[in-house]
C-alpha cells in the first residue's frame, strides 16, 4: 500500500483538496508566519528571496501558527515545487493531498499528537507509493523526501513558516491512520 509522509502534519500522480475541491494534475503545516530578512520585490510587487537566503531562512517552526489562510495560489505553488522535484526513474511515485478543512487539520495533530498543527490552517500530506519498479527497486523514500524539501523551501520563499513530521508517523499505525483520514 501507500504510505503516507506529512510536511508539517506525493508526484505528478495528482493532488487534491482532501476536502473535495481541487483536483488537478499531480506534507506540514503550511501557515502565515515570519517576515524573512532578504525578501525582493519582482516587476509584478511580490516578494522573492535568493535561493540560498531561502536555504538560510527556512527552519523547522514548531510554535502556534497564524489564523491567516495560505491562498490558493500559494498553496498551488507550493505543490507545484513538489511536483518539480526529481524522483527515481521518473516513476513519480509520490502523490500530495492538501488538507484546509478544519477538523481535519486538527485530527492530524491528534494523530500526530502535534497539538500546534491543530492552529495550522492547510497541511500537505506527501503519500509515496513503495511498490517496485521494472527494475525491482523503489525510491519511494527519496521521492518524497525531494519533494518535501522543495515543498519546505517554496513555503519558505513565500514567507510561510512549516514543519516536516515524518517520525511521529512510524510508530503506532498513525500512517495508517492518516491515511484512512484522507
Given at each position: ?11 505528478r ?5 482532501s ?6 494534475a ?17 516587476e509584478?510587487?511580490?516578494?522573492n528571496?535568493?535561493?540560498?537566503d ?8 514548531r ?14 505553488r ?16 509520490t ?23 491543530a492552529t495550522?490552517t ?8 513503495p511498490?517496485?519498479g521494472?527494475?525491482g527497486v ?25 514543519c ?19
Amino acid at each position: 500500500g501507500k504510505m503516507p509522509a506529512m510536511t508539517a502534519l506525493g508526484a505528478r500522480l495528482g493532488y487534491r483538496w482532501s476536502d473535495g475541491g481541487l483536483r488537478p494534475a499531480r506534507r506540514r503545516p503550511i501557515m502565515e508566519g515570519i517576515a524573512w530578512p532578504g525578501w525582493r520585490a519582482n516587476e509584478g510587487g511580490k516578494r522573492n528571496m535568493d535561493f540560498f537566503d531561502v536555504v538560510k531562512a527556512r527552519y523547522s517552526y514548531r510554535g502556534e501558527f497564524k489564523d491567516q489562510p495560505a491562498s490558493e495560489a500559494d498553496l498551488r505553488r507550493i505543490v507545484q515545487a513538489g511536483l518539480d522535484a526529481p524522483s527515481g526513474m521518473n516513476r513519480q511515485t509520490t502523490e500530495f493531498v492538501i488538507v484546509t478543512d478544519r477538523a481535519r487539520v486538527q485530527a492530524l495533530a491528534g494523530i500526530v499528537l502535534r497539538e500546534s498543527i491543530a492552529t495550522a490552517t492547510a497541511v500537505i500530506v506527501l503519500v509515496g507509493n513503495p511498490d517496485p519498479g521494472p527494475k525491482g527497486v523503489s525510491f519511494w523514500v527519496e521521492d518524497c523526501s525531494a519533494a518535501a524539501e522543495n515543498i519546505l523551501l517554496a513555503a519558505a520563499a513565500l514567507g510561510y513558516a512549516s514543519c516536516w513530521i515524518d517520525g511521529a508517523l512510524r510508530r503506532e499505525g498513525r500512517a495508517e491512520k492518516v491515511a484512512l483520514l484522507l
